[in-house]
């Protein structure tokens, strides 16, 4: 079934934010986060995919992309909390952020600013030295990409700083495959969000 995604614009101080959702059964919302210099087209094909009709799902323009207005320099980060924070006020968590890309650090600083349910990086870039560590039994998975030491190595830099449960899944497809989320992947990236999802929900609703 083709999802019937709805437009959905947020104020936040500084300007606002523009979004597509699925919304589904509403039990908890998955919030999809593209790579910095695309928009949140290419995150919609991986929505779409996810078999989680029981959880929102959001595709999110970051600042400064698509239609979301820009945004004074370093404040990305707080006008994405801001975003959060009003989902959070309409009842609309537990939340699980997914992260192409380099938008990894940004990812891992709302989840250290933010109570979430779970992190899911997909081929993670950045620099993880100056990020806090995560708060203790947060859920992370990661898909790594497939011959490349240099990022592999950049994951070992997030996982480091984890202090719950974490994953990664090792495929063969590269970076640019995964950031984009290749057709001939993304099947594989659904399933295994999807599981990681439900038992982040899980988790959270336990504690």
């Known amino acids: 079934m083709e999802p019937t995604l709805q437009p959905l614009e947020v104020e936040v101080p500084g300007g606002s934010l523009a979004a597509v959702i699925e919304p589904g059964e509403g039990l908890f919302t998955v919030v999809l986060l593209h790579d910095h210099g695309a928009d949140l087209d290419a995150m919609v094909p ?32 707080d ?19 997914v992260a192409a890309g380099d938008t990894a ?26 990020l806090e560590r995560l708060p203790p039994a947060l859920p992370l998975l ?22 719950g449960q974490w994953l990664s899944v090792s495929t063969t497809a590269t970076h640019a495959e995964l950031v984009s989320i290749d057709p001939a992947i993304r099947g594989q990236l659904a399933s295994h969000l999807a599981g990681f999802a439900r038992e982040a929900y899980t988790l959270a609703c336990r504690s």
């Open 79 to 97: 006008r994405v909390v801001a975003w959060l924070g009003d989902l959070k006020a309409r009842g609309w968590g537990p939340f699980v952020i």
């Open 142 to 163: 990661a898909f790594i990409a497939g011959g490349s030491p240099e990022r592999l190595c950049q994951w070992h830099g997030f996982r480091d700083k984890a202090r």
């Open 105 to 130: 650090p940004l990812a891992w600083e709302l989840a250290v600013r933010t109570r979430i349910a779970g992190l899911c990086l997909i081929a993670p870039t950045g620099n993880a030295t100056p």
């Open 46 to 77: 991986l929505l779409a995919s996810l078999p989680l009709t029981e959880a929102r799902r959001i595709a999110l323009d970051l600042p400064g992309h698509g239609l979301s207005d820009e945004y004074a320099e370093g404040a990305e980060a």
